[in-house]
Structure formats: C-alpha cells, structure tokens
C-alpha cells in the first residue's frame, strides 16, 4: 500500500505538471480558436509567436506549477505548512521576476499585485485582494497530499494558504474544495463521491460556489463543449475548479486532459488541476509517455513528490 501511495503522490504531482504544460499554449485562446489551429490537444507543442506564453518550449510549464512547488517546498523545508514560510517563497519568487520580466510565466493579476504588495511590507494578513480568481486554488494540491488523513486540516491549511494573493470567500473555497478534492482521491473514493465531499467542505468558506460545484453532477450527459459552455472556463475561481472537477468526472485521465486544455479560456488551470486529481487517484501509469520525456524538471517533481510522502507519512501514518 506504501508504494501504491507514494506512487499517487507522484502522480498528483506529474499530473499537475503535464496538464499545465498541455494547456499552456493555448491558454486564453476560444475553443473555436484552439479547433481552428490545432483541433484538440493532444500533443506538448509551443505557443505560438505572438502568445503571450511564446518564449516557452513544448512541455515547459507556468505559474501555476511555479506556486505548486514554492508551496510544496515550502512544506519539505519546515516539515509542515507555514504560511510566514510560504509568504517568504512568494516574495523571493516575486522578486525574481520583477527583477527580470521574462522570468514572469503567467502570473495572474491578483497574484501579482498581492506579491508586489508583500513586497513593501504590506502584512500578508491585509495583501491578500478580494478577487474571486483561481490562483490559489491551483497551487494548493500539496496541502492535499501531506494531510490527507486529517480534512479538517486539510480545509484549514488549504484556506489559510490562500490569504497572503487570494483572499475572497470564492477563491479560499475553491482552494478548499481542490486539496480535498486531492486529498480524498488518495483514499480511492469514487470522483463523484469526491465533488459531494469537496464541495460540502468548501461550503464553509462560499455556499455560492459550493453551489457551483455540485451543478457538475447534473451537466455529466450533456455533450461536453456544452457542458463547459455552461459552466464556464475563465479564470473566475467559480468556473476554473468546477471545469477541472467536470473533466476529471467525465474522462479517464489523460483524455481528462485533453479535454480541459482544449476547452478554451484558462486551459492550463483547468487541465493542471484535473491532472492532480487524476493522478491523486489513479497514480502516474496513466500519463503518457510523449508527454512526460519532455516536461520541464521532471525530475525536480518526482523528487518533490517523494519528499512530500515522508513528510504525510509522518504526519498520516498508517502510509
């Protein structure tokens, strides 16, 4: 059982890191646009010139991978979630690409003005904006996977993680409802049993987007272009999470990620986010190896996934 867990936290972790690559291309793009050019995605291919993602290569990921790792990190250094720590990680990152504006790989608007603020020693209790985006909910799966033994830490810690960029009623509970989304799929429950229970606990921080969780369940035979139609795919926390948890119910995995990078709008949240559930659930067989023989520091996230392991079999023993 030791090994089948360790090998679902590497599956998290990879998966998150393939979706974001998959859909980073053409994040932002329309469906109809991504048709047009590529019909679905299927395949790690470069952003084209005039992207705003151009100067990266097939299989390198974004920020949203970026912040899963500072997060994760985060967590291996102190050997538990600190949120001064993670603060810390945010700002050293920040720094990094203020300094040097190509190093920016997609940093959202409410993440960037958030670090920016932290940056002239604004306390992260106040940093946080009130925007209901998705930004930290992308990054939250590592909470998830090192207390999963325990959801009301795993509520807690995923809430608190959001404060510092995040700090609308929707984005915490999106944030919320994605770590024990992660954390429930290592157990092995069933992906609709998981949105009942990751929408249940998000209720706590935002009914509304509780609400639009659960309506997932009723768009399941629907054609899928309709169903995320309806429920939308922009960077708006209330449609990013409930697309990635439709794929994930939807689709096996990896046409799970097929669909969500070609679905348009924030595609490489959604398929990020999808992707962590999947392997959360299904561990890493299912990734493809076209994608993962050029995923950027493939290595660096296998190792991350190992390291956050120890740390959850400290803290959940029965790994």
């Known amino acids: ?79 538990f979630f600190d949120v001064e720590r993670f603060t810390s990680k945010l700002m050293e990152w920040g720094r990094c690409w203020t300094l040097d504006p190509s190093l920016n790989r997609g940093v959202g608007w409410t993440s960037k003005t958030a670090i920016q603020d932290l940056l002239r020693d604004r306390p992260w209790q106040e940093a946080g904006l009130s925007t209901p985006t998705c930004g930290s909910a992308m990054r939250t799966a590592p909470i998830g996977l090192v207390y999963h033994c325990n959801l009301d830490l795993v509520s807690r810690y995923a809430d608190l993680q959001s404060l510092p960029t995040h700090s609308s009623k929707a984005a915490r509970a999106g944030s919320v409802a994605v770590a024990v989304g992660v954390a429930l799929s290592l157990f092995g429950f069933a992906p609709p049993r998981v949105l009942e229970m990751a929408a249940s606990f998000s209720e706590r921080a935002d009914r509304e987007f509780a609400r639009r969780l659960l309506i997932v369940k009723e768009l399941l035979d629907l054609d899928p272009p309709e169903a995320l139609a309806e429920i939308g795919t922009s960077p708006m926390v209330a449609e990013t999470v409930p697309a990635a948890f439709y794929c994930h119910l939807k689709f096996e995995p990896e046409e799970a990620l097929i669909a969500a990078a070609s679905s348009g709008g924030d595609t490489d949240t959604i398929a990020s986010i999808a992707g962590a559930l999947a392997g959360a659930s299904r561990g890493s067989a299912w990734i493809p190896e076209r994608w993962l023989s050029c995923l950027e520091e493939k290595e660096r996230i296998e190792q991350v996934a190992a390291d956050l392991a120890d740390i959850a079999a400290r803290i959940c023993p029965r790994i």
């Open 1 to 79: 059982m030791a090994e089948e867990l360790l090998d679902r936290f590497r599956g998290c972790m990879l998966g998150l890191a393939v979706g974001d690559a998959l859909g980073m291309p053409v994040e932002g793009l329309t469906r109809d646009q991504i048709r047009d050019c590529l019909g679905e995605v299927r395949e790690m291919v470069a952003p084209d010139q005039d992207h705003f993602h151009c100067g990266l290569s097939p299989g390198q990921y974004t920020d949203d991978t970026e912040q899963t790792l500072l997060l994760a990190e985060t967590i291996i250094e102190a050997g």
